[in-house]
């Protein structure tokens, strides 16, 4: 995108107006804005990137759109800018906008549609991963205050997977190489939308523990700096149970297996579990029948066998009472709550 273009989009009203969306919490609506450091502090030489050149840890973003280094520098190589100013800043978020695909959102007054499209770029935006309290209320009434007009159109049910795939199918095969256990995720070559939340969870997790600001950033750091490799491997192992279950594992899963069952009408007796359930009752009739003298010579005094007969059925009863209970109540949930 050639630099006239930006320079005409950002003369649009409704440019204008979301980048004070993005402002509200990156920091702030004042002239100073272009001149902050996360953290607070002020740097006063416009003239490049006040950590042009340094990795950027948490702590190393700077001015109205909290550019960390190397975003920056891919912006102003793309964009042909030589200095970091006010007027490149807007110019360069504006490029931004457009690289999530959500410029011509922007200019037709989409506005929740534009935020969850840029909310992987400016994570402070409404249901981005470091959002604190940037309600999604909160942010149309900052455009319609500067002036955007938002469209009325509804905003389509499933918008907040409209990000998703092309960033994934993009960038999850090389995380995918660099970090063999995400393969688990997705069973074939693409990402279903079964798998889509895993894999989302996965780039955040891995985000957070090498402190990249968004899933470009991690990809690139990871492609560079080896080292970083085994810290993102470990906080995804450790996170894993997680992201299972944000796939379609643990509980989850268990109820959508439930429920396939049950709408097949099969059998009990056709169920792994009622197996697995029958191949544990002989070690119960074992316990139980030595503790009552059926079988064997125990010798032991009524309290003893009273707390030993009434673990076990409270075992039994417990564990399969629950077990069919929580299914049923499972699958009567209605939806949605």
């Known amino acids: 995108m050639t630099l006239e273009v930006l320079e ?8 204008q107006a979301f980048l004070r969306v993005i402002r509200q919490r990156e920091s702030g609506q004042g002239d100073d804005a272009y001149s902050i450091i996360n953290g607070g502090a ?6 490049k990137h006040p950590y042009e050149g340094q990795r950027a840890p948490p702590g190393r973003a700077a001015g109205a759109y909290q550019y960390i280094p190397s975003t920056w520098a891919a912006v102003a190589k793309k964009c042909g800018f ?17 690289g999530r695909g959500a410029l011509d959102d ?5 506005i929740e549609q534009a935020i969850i499209k840029c909310r992987q770029e400016w994570t402070s935006l409404p249901g981005a991963s470091e959002n604190t309290g940037y309600t999604m209320a909160q942010a149309l009434e900052v455009f319609s205050k500067y002036g ?12 907040a997977m409209v990000p998703l795939v092309p960033i994934f199918a993009a960038l999850l095969p090389t995380l995918a190489e660099l970090i063999p256990k995400v393969k688990l995720l997705f069973p074939g070559s693409e990402v279903s939308e079964r798998n889509v939340k895993a894999v989302s969870l996965a780039f955040e997790v891995a985000q957070k523990a090498i402190g990249a600001s968004n899933a470009l950033e991690l990809v690139q750091t990871l492609q560079t700096d080896s080292a970083k490799v085994p810290v993102a491997s470990k906080a995804i192992e450790e996170n894993w149970w997680q992201l299972t279950e944000a796939g379609g594992g643990g509980i989850e899963g268990a109820r959508k297996a439930d429920a396939e069952f049950v709408a097949s009408k099969a059998h009990v007796w056709d169920s792994p579990s009622f197996w697995a359930m029958c191949l544990c009752l002989p070690l119960i009739y074992f316990v139980m029948g030595a503790v009552i003298g059926v079988w064997g010579k125990m010798t032991l005094s009524g309290e003893v066998t009273a707390s030993i007969i009434t673990g076990v059925i409270t075992l039994v009863v417990g564990g399969i009472s629950g077990y069919f209970w929580g299914s049923t109540t499972s699958r009567n949930k209605p939806q949605g709550t």
């Open 82 to 98: 030589s200095d970091f100013s006010p007027a490149n800043q807007d110019l360069g978020a504006v490029e931004l906008i457009r």
């Open 148 to 159: 955007g007009l938002m469209s009325t159109e509804t905003p389509p049910k499933d918008a």
């Open 8 to 15: 005409n989009a950002l003369a649009d009203g409704n440019v």
């Open 42 to 47: 002020h740097f006063e030489d416009f003239s």
């Open 106 to 110: 922007v200019l037709q007054g989409r």
